[in-house]
């Protein structure tokens, strides 16, 4: 079993900055996608983040309505996914969670992903 551990979740004002960090114990998988989701309370699940990891590369993506102000990455050495976001908003108040699945990068098949963290929180005040 795969275990992923979010961390970098704080509490910071409108148009600050946070690193989320997700560390992913060891694993065989080659060819997996990665994730982040939030969600707030009283809110849907959103997908915010993707990135598809591959032998030799990575295929990242962001969210429409993030885009420009999220980054998604990935760190094969280290195992460790990273969600940088800049000029926070307080609509990105939530918890955020990764998640690991080998065998879709579909973010609409969320329920069925392998793997999930336990999440962190992001608050962010106006």
């Known amino acids: 079993q795969v275990q992923l551990v979010e961390s970098g979740g704080d509490s910071v004002q409108a148009g600050g900055s946070l690193r989320l960090s997700c560390s992913a114990s060891?694993?065989?998988?080659?060819?997996?996608?990665m994730f982040w989701f939030r969600q707030a309370p009283g809110l849907e699940r959103e997908g915010v983040a993707s990135?598809?990891?591959?032998?030799?590369?990575?295929?990242?993506w962001v969210a429409p309505s993030v885009r420009g102000r999220f980054t998604i990455s990935h760190d094969s050495a280290q195992n460790l996914l990273a969600l940088d976001m800049n000029n926070l908003k307080p609509e990105d108040t939530a918890t955020y969670y990764c998640?690991?699945?080998?065998?879709?990068?579909?973010?609409?098949?969320?329920?069925?992903?392998?793997?999930w963290g336990q999440g962190t929180q992001v608050t962010v005040s106006s």
């Open positions: 990135i598809f990891i591959y032998n030799g590369g990575d295929n990242p």
């Open positions: 060891r694993h065989t998988y080659h060819n997996y996608c």
């Open positions: 998640a690991l699945d080998p065998n879709t990068c579909d973010l609409d098949k969320a329920d069925q992903f392998r793997h």
